[in-house]
Protein backbone atom coordinates (compact mmCIF):
# COMPACT_ATOMS: atom_id res chain seq x y z
CA UNK A 1 0.00 0.00 0.00
CA UNK A 2 1.49 3.18 -0.87
CA UNK A 3 2.37 5.19 1.80
CA UNK A 4 3.61 9.24 2.67
CA UNK A 5 7.35 8.90 4.15
CA UNK A 6 8.70 11.14 6.77
CA UNK A 7 12.13 12.13 7.42
CA UNK A 8 14.04 12.70 9.98
CA UNK A 9 11.33 10.91 12.70
CA UNK A 10 13.03 12.67 15.43
CA UNK A 11 15.00 16.02 15.10
CA UNK A 12 16.70 17.95 18.14
CA UNK A 13 17.06 21.46 17.23
CA UNK A 14 18.81 24.66 19.44
CA UNK A 15 16.29 27.24 19.94
CA UNK A 16 16.74 30.17 16.95
CA UNK A 17 18.26 27.59 14.21
CA UNK A 18 16.33 26.67 11.18
CA UNK A 19 15.08 23.12 10.53
CA UNK A 20 13.93 21.50 7.42
CA UNK A 21 11.31 18.59 7.75
CA UNK A 22 10.78 16.50 5.04
CA UNK A 23 7.82 14.21 3.15
CA UNK A 24 7.77 12.08 0.35
CA UNK A 25 3.86 12.24 -0.09
CA UNK A 26 1.84 9.68 -2.51
CA UNK A 27 2.90 9.91 -6.34
CA UNK A 28 -0.12 10.56 -7.85
CA UNK A 29 -1.45 12.50 -5.08
CA UNK A 30 -2.65 16.18 -5.74
CA UNK A 31 -2.99 17.68 -1.88
CA UNK A 32 0.03 18.19 0.67
CA UNK A 33 -0.58 19.06 4.23
CA UNK A 34 1.19 19.76 7.16
CA UNK A 35 -0.08 19.34 10.72
CA UNK A 36 0.96 19.52 14.33
CA UNK A 37 0.29 17.81 17.76
CA UNK A 38 2.04 19.51 20.72
CA UNK A 39 2.48 17.21 23.44
CA UNK A 40 -0.74 15.92 24.87
CA UNK A 41 -2.72 18.78 22.94
CA UNK A 42 -5.04 18.85 19.69
CA UNK A 43 -3.64 17.95 16.41
CA UNK A 44 -3.81 21.18 14.46
CA UNK A 45 -3.74 22.07 10.99
CA UNK A 46 -1.02 24.35 9.76
CA UNK A 47 -0.68 24.61 5.78
CA UNK A 48 -2.43 23.03 2.64
CA UNK A 49 -0.64 23.41 -0.75
CA UNK A 50 -2.21 22.79 -3.81
CA UNK A 51 -1.14 23.46 -7.75
CA UNK A 52 2.17 24.34 -6.58
CA UNK A 53 0.95 26.83 -4.22
CA UNK A 54 -0.73 27.72 -0.60
CA UNK A 55 -4.55 27.35 -0.89
CA UNK A 56 -5.23 27.42 3.33
CA UNK A 57 -3.10 28.17 5.65
CA UNK A 58 -3.68 28.82 10.10
CA UNK A 59 -2.91 31.08 12.48
CA UNK A 60 0.17 29.19 13.49
CA UNK A 61 1.72 29.32 10.18
CA UNK A 62 3.24 32.36 10.64
CA UNK A 63 6.38 34.02 8.90
CA UNK A 64 8.20 32.03 10.93
CA UNK A 65 6.92 28.89 8.52
CA UNK A 66 6.98 27.94 4.81
CA UNK A 67 6.50 25.27 2.57
CA UNK A 68 8.06 24.41 -0.60
CA UNK A 69 7.85 21.39 -3.39
CA UNK A 70 11.47 21.70 -5.10
CA UNK A 71 11.62 18.71 -7.03
CA UNK A 72 8.35 17.47 -7.88
CA UNK A 73 8.18 14.37 -5.71
CA UNK A 74 9.79 15.75 -1.51
CA UNK A 75 6.88 18.31 0.17
CA UNK A 76 9.10 20.22 2.70
CA UNK A 77 8.35 22.29 5.95
CA UNK A 78 10.87 24.97 7.16
CA UNK A 79 11.10 26.97 10.63
CA UNK A 80 13.21 29.40 10.16
CA UNK A 81 14.30 30.29 13.55
CA UNK A 82 12.58 27.52 15.86
CA UNK A 83 11.07 28.46 19.10
CA UNK A 84 10.54 26.22 22.52
CA UNK A 85 6.76 26.17 21.29
CA UNK A 86 7.84 24.57 18.07
CA UNK A 87 8.68 21.30 20.18
CA UNK A 88 5.36 18.80 18.53
CA UNK A 89 5.12 15.74 16.37
CA UNK A 90 4.59 17.26 12.90
CA UNK A 91 2.52 15.21 10.58
CA UNK A 92 2.84 15.08 6.45
CA UNK A 93 -0.41 14.38 4.55
CA UNK A 94 -1.52 14.24 1.37
CA UNK A 95 -4.71 13.38 -1.02
CA UNK A 96 -6.00 12.53 -4.52
CA UNK A 97 -8.47 14.84 -3.54
CA UNK A 98 -9.73 17.08 -0.65
CA UNK A 99 -10.72 14.41 2.25
CA UNK A 100 -14.00 14.79 1.73
CA UNK A 101 -13.82 11.77 -0.53
CA UNK A 102 -11.19 9.85 0.85
CA UNK A 103 -9.62 11.13 3.70
CA UNK A 104 -5.80 11.90 3.83
CA UNK A 105 -2.92 9.55 3.94
CA UNK A 106 -0.68 10.34 6.89
CA UNK A 107 2.85 9.89 7.54
CA UNK A 108 4.19 8.63 10.72
CA UNK A 109 5.64 12.09 12.05
CA UNK A 110 8.34 13.58 13.07
CA UNK A 111 9.28 14.67 16.66
CA UNK A 112 10.68 17.99 17.06
CA UNK A 113 12.78 19.04 20.28
CA UNK A 114 13.71 22.51 20.66
CA UNK A 115 16.37 22.79 23.39
CA UNK B 1 -15.30 28.13 14.43
CA UNK B 2 -15.47 24.15 14.01
CA UNK B 3 -14.38 22.05 17.12
CA UNK B 4 -14.00 18.61 18.33
CA UNK B 5 -14.56 17.21 21.60
CA UNK B 6 -13.40 13.90 22.71
CA UNK B 7 -13.77 11.53 25.86
CA UNK B 8 -10.60 12.00 27.84
CA UNK B 9 -8.25 8.84 28.12
CA UNK B 10 -6.62 6.44 28.72
CA UNK B 11 -9.38 4.11 28.24
CA UNK B 12 -8.45 0.57 29.64
CA UNK B 13 -10.26 -2.61 28.89
CA UNK B 14 -10.69 -6.17 28.98
CA UNK B 15 -10.33 -8.29 25.45
CA UNK B 16 -13.91 -9.02 24.63
CA UNK B 17 -15.18 -5.81 26.30
CA UNK B 18 -17.86 -3.46 24.30
CA UNK B 19 -16.30 0.01 23.46
CA UNK B 20 -17.58 3.44 23.26
CA UNK B 21 -15.54 6.51 22.34
CA UNK B 22 -17.61 9.56 22.46
CA UNK B 23 -17.04 12.44 19.97
CA UNK B 24 -18.99 15.68 20.14
CA UNK B 25 -18.28 18.68 17.36
CA UNK B 26 -18.99 21.87 16.79
CA UNK B 27 -19.56 23.08 13.39
CA UNK B 28 -22.33 25.16 11.53
CA UNK B 29 -24.22 23.26 8.37
CA UNK B 30 -23.38 19.45 7.42
CA UNK B 31 -19.72 18.83 7.82
CA UNK B 32 -18.04 15.31 7.11
CA UNK B 33 -16.94 13.19 10.44
CA UNK B 34 -13.87 10.79 10.48
CA UNK B 35 -12.28 8.59 12.88
CA UNK B 36 -8.24 8.18 12.66
CA UNK B 37 -6.46 5.62 14.55
CA UNK B 38 -2.75 6.01 15.21
CA UNK B 39 -1.07 2.58 16.52
CA UNK B 40 2.31 3.13 18.41
CA UNK B 41 5.41 4.33 15.87
CA UNK B 42 2.81 4.88 13.08
CA UNK B 43 0.32 7.30 11.34
CA UNK B 44 -2.29 8.80 11.38
CA UNK B 45 -5.19 5.95 9.10
CA UNK B 46 -8.47 6.75 8.67
CA UNK B 47 -11.34 4.27 10.31
CA UNK B 48 -14.06 5.28 8.77
CA UNK B 49 -16.04 8.69 7.91
CA UNK B 50 -19.44 9.72 7.61
CA UNK B 51 -20.84 12.55 5.12
CA UNK B 52 -24.14 13.24 5.92
CA UNK B 53 -26.72 12.79 9.17
CA UNK B 54 -27.92 9.33 9.83
CA UNK B 55 -25.00 7.62 7.64
CA UNK B 56 -22.93 4.98 9.30
CA UNK B 57 -19.36 4.48 9.01
CA UNK B 58 -17.85 1.25 9.49
CA UNK B 59 -14.48 -0.74 9.37
CA UNK B 60 -12.57 -3.78 11.50
CA UNK B 61 -15.60 -3.98 13.54
CA UNK B 62 -15.60 -0.16 14.57
CA UNK B 63 -18.86 1.73 13.72
CA UNK B 64 -19.83 5.05 14.13
CA UNK B 65 -23.07 6.96 13.24
CA UNK B 66 -23.14 10.53 12.47
CA UNK B 67 -25.66 12.08 14.73
CA UNK B 68 -27.02 15.68 13.38
CA UNK B 69 -29.56 16.20 16.63
CA UNK B 70 -26.69 15.21 19.15
CA UNK B 71 -23.93 16.58 16.71
CA UNK B 72 -22.17 13.09 17.85
CA UNK B 73 -20.00 10.41 16.06
CA UNK B 74 -19.31 8.43 18.95
CA UNK B 75 -17.37 5.08 18.19
CA UNK B 76 -18.43 1.86 19.00
CA UNK B 77 -17.00 -1.75 18.85
CA UNK B 78 -18.53 -4.96 20.13
CA UNK B 79 -15.50 -6.85 20.77
CA UNK B 80 -12.12 -5.30 21.40
CA UNK B 81 -8.76 -7.18 20.65
CA UNK B 82 -5.44 -6.43 22.02
CA UNK B 83 -4.47 -5.42 18.36
CA UNK B 84 -7.00 -2.46 19.18
CA UNK B 85 -4.52 -0.45 21.21
CA UNK B 86 -3.91 2.77 19.86
CA UNK B 87 -5.08 6.05 19.89
CA UNK B 88 -8.36 7.24 17.99
CA UNK B 89 -8.66 10.59 17.06
CA UNK B 90 -12.22 12.53 16.01
CA UNK B 91 -12.22 14.82 13.39
CA UNK B 92 -14.44 16.80 11.52
CA UNK B 93 -13.67 18.64 7.71
CA UNK B 94 -16.29 21.97 7.92
CA UNK B 95 -18.74 22.66 5.04
CA UNK B 96 -16.67 26.57 4.96
CA UNK B 97 -14.66 25.31 1.80
CA UNK B 98 -11.25 24.49 1.92
CA UNK B 99 -9.61 20.70 2.62
CA UNK B 100 -8.59 21.08 6.60
CA UNK B 101 -9.41 18.62 9.47
CA UNK B 102 -10.07 19.90 12.78
CA UNK B 103 -9.07 17.17 15.52
CA UNK B 104 -9.97 16.44 18.78
CA UNK B 105 -7.60 15.67 21.35
CA UNK B 106 -7.35 11.70 20.87
CA UNK B 107 -7.98 8.89 23.01
CA UNK B 108 -6.04 6.45 24.30
CA UNK B 109 -7.34 2.89 24.41
CA UNK B 110 -5.48 -0.22 26.06
CA UNK B 111 -6.72 -3.43 25.53
CA UNK B 112 -5.58 -6.52 28.08
CA UNK B 113 -6.08 -9.82 28.04
Known amino acids: EPEVTQTPSHQVTQMGQEVILRCVPI?????FYWYRQILGQKVEFLVS????????KSEIFDDQFSVERPDGSNFTLKIRSTKLEDSAMYFCASSETGPFLYGYTFGSGTRLTVV | GNSVTQMEGPVTLSEEAFLTINCTYT??????LFWYVQYPGEGLQLLLKATKADDKGSNKGFEATYRKETTSFHLEKGSVQVSDSAVYFCALRGTGGGNKLTFGTGTQLKVEL
Open chain 1, 27 to 31: SNHLY
Open chain 1, 49 to 56: FYNNEISE
Open chain 2, 27 to 32: ATGYPS
